[in-house]
């Protein structure tokens, strides 16, 4: 490494965030251009690996993450240096990062993937956690060993898990939606999902092995749990395994969910009593509703009128890409999201200086069935084509775009379902022209296919439906299924045989 001793260090290419994009895109360059120094700058001593890497289909691929520390890295990658600090600035015409730590480093070509953080409802709530990741799921997990009730603000992923894994406490959910899951399914596969969730016992999990690496010291003491500003790395798909979700109560589930509805206040005890309004007991039936006499330490005033009491607040409503440390002094195209925008070989609007992950809004003219979402598999895909083109820019070499974008994809297990979705699954985008075909076999699948002009768009699999490779076909080459009608989802013919 040249330049020690004080001054700059060079490098030809330099990772920022120690995420699954950053890991992904550092290790691929790693492997590409062995003889040269890779800097990957990460806050974090533990970055994300990921393992057991399965490609299920053309487009489909499960995965585990793992936290491992870095120094695994470094000895896997003799190339790769890990600098364990903050940005403190980027200086994008200077072709420099200066560290919290007081360094400088140089680079040819720069790849952001710091990822995102949680979009919080109100910021600075002792009452309000904001769950993305592994360290704010271990504080949750040490307030709710003291919970009797709390509410769950969001309607994502995490929030579904999140509430059908805790046990032992009251949960008020709070969506703005009319159904739960709204990110990840429509009201049909949120119904059908729903039966296990407000199920009083709980079947045994599919068992889940991961290794886990905890940071020594990371437990400081004193410190109040919501105070979690240090951004940890997004949280995996089974991130509550291994952690004890359970409350003060001796029954086992206990949710009630409110609809269409959004936090409009947060009362803190003493401004509740002050209002002299009444706040209302966990509902036992549809209609039969009670004020509470409880005091509770917070309160949460939804835009329905209702007031429930709790001990704390979730606050599971997404992340905002965590641009802030890169904007300061240079002329980034920002998206709407408030993402970096690249183009379709992962530039961002300045030379040399590529975006991959939760950080990056996808701002190229996307295939017909894809579309951007701030997923596990989707960080992977985008660390690695950033690599890539990254590579052949430096070789300048032209590249093709990553097959991977050709059609959304994801696989992940809820509430011990496999759930599959392809392409426009909830018709994103798509005009009103479009139908939906659904066939559901209560606690066993649950199938819903989306249908433009005669050609399938998207689907959602729930359950070992076995479908996913042959309806993945049938997306990409949009081949004309009017023929087929009702008949494509009849269970007495077997689709396969078709379409081999």
């Given at each position: ?111 952001l993937c710091a990822g995102a953080k949680p979009k919080l409802i ?379």
């Amino acid at each position: 490494m040249s330049g020690a001793g004080g001054g700059a260090k060079k490098g030809r290419f330099a990772v920022v965030g120690g995420g699954i994009a950053g890991v992904t895109c550092e290790k691929k360059l790693a492997a590409e251009f062995p003889s040269e120094d890779i800097f990957l700058i990460t806050a974090s001593p533990i970055i994300k690996a990921v393992t057991n890497f399965k490609q299920v289909s053309k487009t489909l691929e499960e995965f585990d993450v793992e936290e491992q520390p870095s120094s695994l890295l470094e000895k896997r990658y003799p190339n790769i240096r890990v600098i364990q600090s903050g940005v403190k600035q980027l200086k994008s015409d200077e072709h420099k990062i200066y560290t919290e730590d007081g360094e400088e480093y140089i680079y040819e070509k720069l790849c952001l993937c710091a990822g995102a953080k949680p979009k919080l409802i109100v910021e600075g709530n002792p009452y309000v956690l904001g769950i993305r990741d592994t360290d704010s799921a271990q504080a949750f997990q040490k307030n709710l060993a003291q919970a009797e009730r709390i509410v769950v603000v969001g309607n994502g992923g995490i929030a579904l898990e999140l509430v059908y894994e805790i046990q032992g406490c009251e949960v008020i959910w709070a969506i703005k939606d009319k159904a739960i899951g709204n990110t990840f399914f429509d009201a049909g596969a949120a119904e059908f999902l729903i039966p296990k969730l407000t199920a009083e016992s709980r079947e045994t999990p599919i068992e889940c092995k991961r290794t886990k690496y905890t940071v020594e010291g990371s437990e400081e003491k004193g410190r109040p749990t919501a105070a979690l500003d240090k951004l940890g790395s997004a949280l995996g798909p089974d991130w509550h395994e291994g952690l004890h979700l359970k409350g003060t109560k001796e029954f086992s589930h206990k949710v009630h969910i409110e609809i269409l509805c959004e936090v409009k206040k947060i009362h803190l005890q003493q401004e509740f009593i002050q209002l002299q309004r009444t706040s209302l007991t966990f509902p036992k039936g549809e209609k039969y509703v009670e004020p509470d006499e409880l005091l509770w330490p917070v309160y949460v005033e939804l835009t329905n009128g209702k007031i429930y009491g709790c001990n704390f607040i979730v606050s599971a409503t997404g992340v905002v890409p965590n641009v802030e440390p890169f904007l300061d002094g240079n002329n980034f195209a920002v998206g709407e999201d408030g993402g970096l925008k690249v183009d379709k070989h992962m530039h961002t609007s300045l030379p040399d200086v590529y975006a991959a992950g939760d950080i990056c809004t996808a701002a190229w003219e996307p295939s017909p069935v894809w579309h951007q979402m701030r997923l596990w598999t989707k960080k992977r895909q985008m660390g690695w084509y950033a690599a890539k083109c990254m590579a052949a820019d430096a070789l300048k070499k032209s590249i093709d775009m990553d097959f991977s974008f050709e059609l959304f994809a994801h696989i992940t297990k809820k509430n011990n379902y496999k759930v599959v979705v392809l392409g426009k699954y909830n018709a994103q985008g798509l005009d009103s022209d479009h139908e939906l075909m659904l066939k559901k076999t209560k606690g066993h699948e649950y199938v819903k296919v989306v249908m433009q002009n005669g050609r399938m768009m998207g689907a959602v699999l729930i359950g070992e439906t076995d479908l996913e490779e042959t309806f993945e076909n049938l997306i990409l080459n949009q081949m004309d299924l009017s023929a087929y009608g009702e008949d494509l989802l009849n269970p007495d013919i077997d689709i396969e045989d078709y379409f081999d």
